[in-house]
Every structure is written in C-alpha cells, then in structure tokens.
C-alpha cells in the first residue's frame, strides 16, 4: 500500500488550502486514516483523524478551522484547511491504518509542505 500525500503549498495568513491523501497498491480495507504534521526542529504531532464511518478527532489547535474527510471509494482522504495561521506552517503526512486477513498495518505518506506567511 501506498500514500501519496498532495495539494500543500504556499498561503496567506487567513487563506485556505486543501490536502489529499490518495491510497494505492494492494488494498484489502482501510480503517482509521489521519493527518499529522511536523514543524522544523519540532515533533510531529497529531492534526486530525477519520474512521471508515466518518468519525473525527481534531486536535485543539486546528478545531473550528480543519475538516477531515474520506471517499471510501476511491480510497482518498482529505484536509481543507481554513482560516490558517502562520503556526500551520509544516510538513503535512498522512497515515492510514490497513487491514487484510491476516496482518494490520500503518502506512504513511511522503509528506506535503504547508507554509504560511504572515
């Protein structure tokens, strides 16, 4: 399985942006899927999460502002981000939980770069 992270760039303090996360490969069935971020000489750390019935977590920095959402059919998730604020400058990965018969496994994306200016 594979997950190629896209849609990252450059914005405006206040502007949107929006992530896909789309999966390829051998897919058997794809559970939880999430987004994280790491800031330079920072940890990375949680952004948001989606379950295959479309539940959502946010983390507290990014609620009221981030929506996570999924198209089980084409094995795609995604990340509008808006109102962004400088803080969200950072490498966006995307992970997903992946199950088949016999194994359950994470996978991650390549990462996709956000930045934005004051």
């Known amino acids: 399985v594979q997950l190629q992270a896209s849609g990252g760039g450059l914005v405006q303090a206040g502007g949107s942006l929006r992530l896909s996360c789309a999966a390829s490969g051998r897919i058997f069935r794809l559970n939880d899927m999430a987004w994280y971020r790491q800031a330079p000489g920072m940890l990375r750390e949680f952004v948001a999460s989606i379950t295959r019935n479309h539940k959502t977590k946010y983390a507290d920095s990014v609620k009221g502002r981030f929506t996570v959402s999924r198209d089980n059919a084409k094995n795609t998730m995604y990340l509008q981000m808006n109102i962004m604020e400088p803080e969200d400058t950072a490498v966006y990965y995307c992970?997903?939980?992946?199950?088949?018969?016999?194994?359950?496994?994470?996978?991650w994306g390549q990462g996709t770069q956000v930045t934005v200016s004051s």
């Open positions: 992970n997903a939980r992946h199950t088949d018969a016999l194994n359950a496994r994470d996978y």
